[in-house]
């Protein structure tokens, strides 16, 4: 007989669960509010996780002033570069204006035209944002940028002002986010292939004795509808899925400059570098996109840790 307490296992929160179509997520920035003219986002990469040893100065905390062991993730963030600026007018992008010297990496990921048409910066738009890419030949991970759109925080002048100042300029990780910050991170999980129903939706083994297999559900459903349900268990794609961590804490920053060296999976960090506490979702060499955070909770924003080293 069926355990009656026990709820389904997998959850149809995510469906269907098939490998994601791009690397980099679409997301919607209106969510994320923000009041510094500023971008809300940055592209950045996966290094790899390790332990560290940080003074706690979390306010009521057991461990206040102690030194302490925490999981961390490292996270390098090479600048980033404007490469179109997006106007829209009635939620459909109505002006498009590309930026000029663009680096020649990106004609490995997008069609650029031979003569590129000077046009302003401006005009009467409801909203205005832009697409960036990563600098990421800087690094020893590959040589073709990610593209992203990006939105900027603050009003339609902030962010016209903004543009004009980084149009064609670096733009650094340290100008966006801060040590002490909580940030989003958006990207893919590691990618696991074709698995059973067993590690794909966490079903309990049958018992020993059973007939056609032990790995397996115990039923696919009813005679009739002569169908299978879309969520009854069964073996497929696993991992490879679009996924977001929420509130994760900044509490390190800073340029590398020979300091995190000979990485597992990775190497070396040769740009700027972001540690922050907890997982990250994704493998080494994994793009991803951080962003200020959705909705921020008291538990993470009063945390306070003070990085002495990594172990």
């Not at 650029?112 to 990563?134: H, I, M, N, R």
């Not at 990207?187 to 696991?192: D, F, H, P, R, S």
């Not at 559900?217 to 929420?246: D, V």
């Not at 990485?263 to 991803?288: E, W």
């Amino acid at each position: 007989m069926p355990t009656l307490k026990s709820p389904r296992h997998g959850s149809l929160q995510y469906w269907p669960r098939k490998r994601a179509k791009k690397t980099l997520p679409s997301l919607n920035w209106s969510a994320i509010k923000s009041d510094s003219s500023k971008l809300k986002g940055f592209i950045c990469y996966k290094v790899g996780m390790a332990s560290a040893f940080v003074k706690d100065d979390t306010a009521d905390s057991m461990t206040k002033g102690k030194k302490i062991i925490v999981p961390v993730t490292i996270i390098e963030c090479p600048s980033m570069k404007i490469f179109s600026v997006r106007f829209y007018k009635n939620g459909k992008v109505a002006k498009e204006v590309l930026a000029e010297n663009l680096d020649k990496e990106l004609k490995r990921v997008v069609k650029l035209p031979k003569q590129a048409k000077k046009t302003e910066l401006g005009g009467e738009f409801d909203d205005v944002k832009v697409l960036c890419y990563s600098s990421v030949k800087k690094t020893g991970i590959k040589k073709s940028p990610d593209l992203s759109e990006i939105a900027l925080g603050g009003s339609y002048d902030d962010k016209i002002n903004f543009i004009k100042d980084k149009f064609g300029k670096e733009i650094l990780v340290s100008e966006i986010f801060e040590k002490g910050n909580l940030v989003d991170f958006r990207g893919l999980t590691k990618g696991k292939g074709l698995q059973g129903p067993v590690r794909r939706f966490g079903i309990t083994l049958k018992q020993h004795k059973s007939e056609k297999g032990v790995r397996r559900p115990g039923s696919l459903g009813p005679w009739h509808p002569a169908r299978t349900t879309f969520f009854a268990p069964q073996a497929g794609q696993l991992g490879m899925f679009t996924r977001a961590m929420y509130n994760s804490k900044v509490i390190e920053m800073g340029k590398a400059e020979g300091k995190l060296k000979n990485i597992k999976n990775f190497g070396d960090v040769q740009t700027d570098y972001m540690i922050v506490n907890g997982s990250v979702q994704g493998p080494a060499k994994r793009q991803l996109l951080v962003t200020m955070p959705l909705r921020v909770t008291k538990k993470q924003k009063k945390k306070n840790f003070e990085l002495l080293e990594l172990r």
